[in-house]
């Protein structure tokens, strides 16, 4: 990790905690060259199935793909950004979960359907 002071590579850890959503790690740590202090933050990286469409083509899954459409669907409608965020997180949490490499994009699309009828029927 560099040093976003000096660009020095060489730190040393101080104190690592969850982050407030759990699904990372705060560190913060201190330069060994100019003993200024930074923070830096560590997540899992996903591997998320690659989606298949009806006319067989693959595309790699896109979270801000599904939380534009939802946006969208859900325009004027009283439901709140933090609401679709968390689904779509956990949606594709669900995905890697699963351990398939390829999922259809109508599963996906079936999926967030569901969920809107159940936040509400306009939407």
Same mark, same amino acid.
């Given at each position: 990790?560099?040093?976003? %002071?000096? =660009?020095?590579?060489?730190?040393?850890?101080? +104190?690592?905690?969850?982050?407030?959503?759990?699904?990372?790690?705060?560190?913060?740590?201190?330069?060994?060259?100019? @003993?200024?202090?930074?923070?830096?933050?560590?997540?899992?990286?996903?591997?998320?199935?690659?989606?298949?469409?009806? +006319? &067989?083509?693959? *595309?790699?899954? #896109? #979270?801000? @793909?599904?939380?534009? &459409?939802?946006?969208?669907?859900?325009? @004027?409608?009283?439901? $709140?950004?933090?609401?679709?965020?968390? %689904?779509?997180?956990?949606? =594709?949490?669900? %995905?890697?979960?699963?351990?398939?490499?390829?999922? #259809? $994009? $109508?599963?996906?699309? *079936?999926?967030?359907?569901?969920?809107? @009828? $159940?936040?509400?029927?306009? =939407?």
């Amino acid at each position: 990790m560099k040093c976003p %002071f000096c =660009a020095e590579i060489n730190n040393k850890v101080i +104190d690592s905690r969850l982050g407030k959503d759990g699904r990372m790690i705060r560190r913060r740590r201190e330069c060994l060259n100019c @003993k200024k202090r930074f923070t830096t933050y560590e997540k899992v990286e996903s591997v998320l199935p690659m989606v298949v469409k009806k +006319d &067989g083509r693959r *595309e790699p899954f #896109n #979270n801000e @793909k599904i939380r534009v &459409g939802i946006q969208m669907a859900c325009q @004027k409608r009283p439901i $709140s950004i933090n609401k679709i965020d968390d %689904f779509v997180d956990s949606l =594709a949490q669900q %995905f890697q979960e699963s351990g398939n490499r390829e999922i #259809n $994009s $109508s599963e996906i699309g *079936e999926r967030v359907i569901e969920r809107l @009828k $159940s936040w509400d029927d306009v =939407a």
